[in-house]
């Protein structure tokens, strides 16, 4: 796997200084609705926002152009105070989807690795110049799931969930990508407000408050 965003170029913060974050951002009402429900819910956690270098970062060395919302949002919060360097890693797991995806349906128990560029050296010709969709999490261990921004339409803002395997397999049998993926949630901090449960490397599972979800 490729690292992530640098540690380096990212802001920690507590529960408050996330919601200073939030509120100082321009966001729209609804998004900042969403990554408040996020840090309520996890209130007693540390939490990220990555800033621009580090992001440019990742344009650079995954060669991609990412588009202003998605740097917008993880500048605002991106994530849970999360060591790149750790393994295993923060993991989080969801509730819920926005969409009925592939995994909406399944009864899998699936932690998710939540990182920007999250794939593999041989996936991203595949899943980035062939099908336009640039990771941003995967099922931790697995080559099921990936979550994953749409590169080819900077307005779109939902996360698209895909199969690895399934891309593979399409490749290998000389079969469209098309169609292979599905919306899963309608945007970034949607999908932080999902999150019911976040597992650390030393196997601790912190559950969201209950008020919160």
């Not at 408040?36 to 819910?41: K, L, M, P």
């Not at 819920?96 to 990182?115: H, L, T």
Request: glycine content about 6%; overall charge negative; charged content about 25%.
């Amino acid at each position: 796997m490729r690292n992530g965003t640098p540690s380096e170029g990212s802001t920690e913060g507590d529960y408050r200084d996330a919601l200073s974050w939030i509120n100082a951002s321009s966001l729209g009402d609804e998004e900042k609705q969403s990554l408040r429900r996020f840090a309520e819910a996890f209130s007693t956690l540390r939490f990220t926002r990555d800033s621009s270098s580090a992001i440019s970062h990742c344009e650079q060395r995954d060669r991609v152009h990412l588009p202003q919302w998605f740097r917008q949002v993880r500048q605002t919060l991106s994530f849970t105070m999360a060591n790149q360097a750790q393994f295993p890693p923060v993991l989080a797991r969801f509730g819920g989807y926005d969409f009925d995806c592939n995994m909406a349906d399944s009864d899998a128990i699936a932690w998710y690795q939540i990182k920007v560029g999250v794939m593999g050296e041989d996936d991203r010709d595949l899943f980035v110049d062939s099908a336009g969709l640039y990771p941003i999490a995967t099922w931790f261990g697995t080559n099921e799931s990936y979550l994953a921004i749409n590169l080819r339409d900077p307005e779109d803002r939902r996360i698209h969930e895909f199969s690895g395997t399934d891309f593979w397999d399409n490749f290998f049998n000389g079969e469209s990508l098309e169609g292979t993926s599905e919306p899963a949630f309608s945007s970034y901090a949607r999908m932080l407000s999902h999150i019911t449960a976040v597992k650390f490397p030393d196997g601790r599972e912190v559950q969201a408050s209950r008020s919160a979800i």
